[in-house]
């Protein structure tokens, strides 16, 4: 989903698990209760929420936060949305006008329903309708007669048809030229200065159109009456035959002359993806919705500085685990529960990272602390978001806070913490029947240490005696064909018994890092190419620290 760029996001981490959607929910609400910014506050995943953090929001009466993908600058972001534009039925010398007098580079030209026909600009071959005179044999094709009885000095004589439709060629009888005498044909429009144009013509190839143009003296009336006779329609024009061209040129409607559009932009078309289209274009370019509608334009000035995205991180502390183009944001804040990890902000930034079970009880916490009173629909996901990530607060990363948190929230919404845990337990306990290659990875996450990176990804399980073989044979093909496109140290997946407490681990380990599983959780196969990690259930608190410790010594 794409955001207004003064909105500030709250977002959680890739591949988001159940804490990180529902406390950036509930944080997004706290800042917008407590008007902690003078901007709207939204929340946001950077991926589709897992089955678990569905179950959680529905039992609230809510909806999971939109999927934010990237932070990338779009074109969007930069656009001018007030724009200058024409319609397909404006004047040539209209629309010449407004783009002196806007003094932009083009004016998109749309249709009744703002649909972009094309692109009127000086920069372009536009400007052969001013100068190039080769276009005027042509010009009849773009007017009809209608257009030059509507022209400034003109004046029509006699009878006119009712079919007023040009179709021939415009012949200009300049004196001494005569070999448009030898090719008038009877549909053509003849621009003459006098009488003696016509003089010696077969009646039968008199043209069906003349226009008179003044020399400097009024017409008497018995050239009036003479033209009258000639059975063309005719028209006085008061000014030089050369002046009737130039306005003639003029009055053709932008619509008639088939300019093309060039290229355009989506307006949620990322910078980088169009800054070369932008970079060679002479003009602004027209952007575009995705229902083909102008929304505006945008020009390589415009792109020079785009804004910079106001975010703030929460649930996670680690470069790798932010949203994509996260390089191009400003963090505002980051609200964590985890270790302190190698994100880096160009600016001071707000940071509450406190050694609780969960973000969502840092969350609840920053209720309490303000007394702002929680409404039972957050209520209801922070417990579910403390329940899941401190395993129905047996986690070893549970604490005395978290313990507190879960008994309010309880009471805020009005359910029973342990009953309603073990609900959120078993709506995530998914493993059976979802497509391991759509799960293997909702869960993983990188970390850094030396200088490299090392994933590991969790999957969360109520019996894991009932697992299929086959899928724990799906689950290692794919964390080697994951392990082999990058280049971490180790990728592991960690599959948690919620209720015995303990994990097996399927594991990728590069040449440095071999044996730094055995080294971390034994060596103990409850099957081939599995290790049991016996009282191993929080990634925080057990398994990225012995990672950690074990990896800081490779060589």
């Not at 602004?284 to 020009?299: D, F, K």
């Amino acid at each position: 989903m794409i955001f207004p760029p003064d909105h500030i996001l709250v977002l959680g981490h890739r591949n988001p698990d159940t804490d990180a959607s529902v406390s950036a929910v509930g944080y997004a609400s706290f800042l917008q209760k407590t008007q902690t910014y003078p901007a709207p506050v939204v929340a946001g995943i950077p991926s589709p929420a897992p089955p678990q953090s569905c179950y959680v929001f529905e039992r609230a009466g809510m909806t999971p936060p939109p999927i934010i993908e990237s932070l990338l600058p779009r074109v969007c972001d930069v656009a001018q949305r007030q724009i200058d534009s024409i319609s397909i039925s404006t004047r040539f010398r209209d629309a010449v006008e407004t783009l002196i007098r806007t003094e932009h580079s083009m004016l998109p030209i749309l249709d009744e329903n703002r649909h972009l026909f094309g692109v009127f600009s000086h920069r372009r071959d536009v400007s052969r309708f001013l100068f190039d005179f080769d276009v005027i044999p042509l010009l009849s094709r773009l007017l009809t007669w209608d257009d030059i009885l509507e022209m400034p000095g003109a004046r029509p004589v006699g009878p006119q048809p009712q079919n007023r439709e040009l179709k021939g060629r415009v012949w200009l009888a300049v004196e001494g030229e005569v070999d448009w005498r030898r090719t008038l044909e009877p549909d053509d429009l003849l621009v003459c200065g006098d009488l003696a144009a016509i003089r010696g013509l077969d009646p039968n190839l008199l043209p069906r159109w003349i226009v008179l143009t003044s020399q400097e003296r009024e017409r008497t009336s018995q050239e009036i009456a003479a033209l009258s006779k000639t059975g063309s329609a005719v028209v006085l024009y008061r000014y030089p035959a050369l002046d009737f061209l130039f306005a003639l040129m003029s009055q053709v409607r932008v619509g008639a002359l088939n300019l093309d559009s060039g290229p355009c932009v989506g307006e949620f078309d990322f910078l980088h993806d169009i800054q070369e289209v932008i970079a060679e274009s002479r003009h602004a370019l027209p952007v575009l919705s995705s229902g083909n509608v102008v929304v505006g334009t945008i020009s390589q000035r415009d792109v020079l500085a785009p804004p910079r995205r106001r975010i703030i991180l929460i649930d996670h502390f680690e470069s790798g685990q932010t949203v994509s183009g996260c390089e191009h944001a400003e963090i505002l804040e980051i609200v964590d529960h985890h270790r302190v990890g190698d994100i880096q902000t160009a600016l001071p930034a707000r940071v509450d990272c406190r050694p609780l079970g969960s973000s969502s009880t840092i969350v609840a916490l920053r209720h309490f602390e303000a007394g702002i009173s929680i409404e039972p629909a957050i209520a209801t996901i922070l417990l579910g978001g403390v329940m899941s990530d401190t395993l129905c607060l047996t986690s070893p990363t549970t604490t005395a806070s978290d313990r507190d948190v879960v008994r309010k929230l309880g009471d805020v919404a009005r359910v029973d913490p342990r009953e309603f845990g073990m609900e959120v337990l078993r709506a995530g306990d998914d493993l059976l029947t979802a497509d391991p290659a759509q799960i293997w990875n909702r869960d993983q996450k990188s970390f850094s240490i030396r200088n490299r990176t090392f994933a590991v990804a969790q999957l969360e399980t109520t019996s894991i005696e009932r697992l299929d073989p086959g899928i724990l044979a799906v689950f290692e093909r794919l964390l080697r064909e994951d392990f082999d496109r990058g280049e971490h140290l180790l990728s592991a997946l960690f599959v948690t018994d919620i209720l015995k407490g303990e994990s097996w681990v399927a594991a990728n380990e590069s040449l440095a890092a071999r044996g730094v599983i055995a080294r971390c959780f034994g060596a103990t196969e409850p099957r081939p190419g599995w290790v049991l990690a016996r009282g191993i259930v929080s990634r925080k608190k057990q398994i990225v620290p012995a990672l950690m410790r074990v990896l800081s010594e490779v060589r």
